[in-house]
């Protein structure tokens, strides 16, 4: 639960972050005097909206990474479905900050910068705590209760097609329990053979969540939900490829093969994006990372994340960001080398 999720957190604790300074900032300047201890504590609006709030679970689908992805026919692809309760995440960010604005007026007032009257008025408030409801999906994993659809203009849904097979570790021996932090993803990629015969097009891809009542379970969430559509394009292969359309398709394939821990041809294909393109910086990073793969190629592996990190830093017009992924990259594998940390990049 990761992009959409992770920006929408962000939001969120910015949105609270700027109201507590705001706060703040007002109660420095203009302090309450002791008789506001008899004021009654402010309204608390969101224990009103959450003690009866319904929990509902949000999905949301990328493939390979995006919301409008153009593929070369051929080109394997991956899915990533991912869910989380938001209402509960709501629920349990309020509760944080409570705690967090509690300690802060409780170590005001010990210092003497406001008045215990003042933390007295709010702690009715910062000391209820809001109800964390959640959702369970499944029996055994909640790949289960998932379906994928083609969603064709002016008609009616399809199945996808398109022969799926599982991603990576997933636990398929519980039901999943979302509660204000849990979140879940479950990846599936379509191999390079079946995308071989997906026709060229635009295709609307929705990923489905239903699950139905339960009657030994009835306190149980129970319907659908589905994601916003995807939009993939598939085109042709294109007559003459430019390098960089070679390198973008080949890092396509090293990202499945990667994913589907097929350390080989990971390998393959990510020398030939550098082939096409020797001083492509993305090109040196994932063979870096598909040599990572094999324990014995790590010094290998490492040689070529300097590679990239000596081509970005020898880039005519630098970004101003520094490559802080790759240089974290890097260092994590140098240390399980028994290495040194920093590489031979211009820093």
Not at 50 to 79: E, F, K, R
Not at 128 to 140: H, M
Request: proline fraction near 9%; charge should be negative; charged fraction near 25%.
């Amino acid at each position: 639960m990761k992009k959409g999720l992770a920006v929408g957190g962000v939001l969120v604790l910015a949105v609270l972050a700027a109201v507590f300074w705001w706060r703040e900032r007002t109660r420095e300047h203009a302090a309450a005097p002791e008789s506001d201890a008899s004021q009654a504590a402010p309204p608390d609006r969101a224990a009103d909206d959450y003690a009866s709030y319904s929990p509902i679970p949000h999905i949301s689908l990328q493939i390979d990474g995006q919301d409008a992805p153009v593929m070369v026919q051929g080109t394997p692809l991956l899915l990533s479905l991912r869910v989380a309760n938001p209402r509960a995440m709501n629920a349990e960010l309020i509760n944080r900050w409570r705690s967090f604005r509690l300690e802060a007026l409780s170590r005001r007032a010990a210092a003497g910068q406001i008045t215990k009257a003042q933390v007295a008025a709010e702690q009715p408030t910062l000391t209820r705590r809001l109800p964390i409801k959640t959702v369970e999906l499944g029996t055994a994993g909640w790949s289960s209760v998932v379906r994928f659809e083609i969603r064709p203009p002016e008609a009616s849904p399809e199945p996808l097609p398109w022969p799926l097979k599982p991603v990576g570790d997933r636990d398929e021996q519980h039901p999943l329990v979302l509660d204000g932090l849990k979140t879940d993803e479950l990846d599936y990629g379509v191999d390079p053979q079946a995308a071989g015969a997906i026709a060229p097009g635009l295709y609307q891809v929705v990923g489905v969540l239903e699950q139905r009542t339960d009657a030994a379970n009835p306190g149980r969430w129970h319907g659908t939900v589905e994601t916003e559509p995807v939009s993939l394009t598939v085109v042709a292969p294109p007559a003459s490829p430019t390098a960089a359309q070679k390198v973008e398709r080949e890092l396509y394939f090293v990202r499945y093969f990667v994913s589907t821990n097929q350390a080989e041809a990971a390998r393959k294909h990510a020398e030939a994006a550098v082939a096409a393109k020797p001083d492509d910086i993305a090109a040196h990073i994932a063979l870096g990372d598909a040599l990572a793969m094999q324990k014995e190629k790590g010094r290998e592996a490492l040689a070529q994340y300097d590679e990239a990190i000596d081509e970005f830093y020898d880039q005519p017009e630098r970004p101003y960001e520094e490559p802080e992924l790759l240089l974290r990259k890097r260092a994590m594998l140098a240390e399980m080398l028994g290495l040194e940390p920093e590489g031979p990049g211009k820093r």
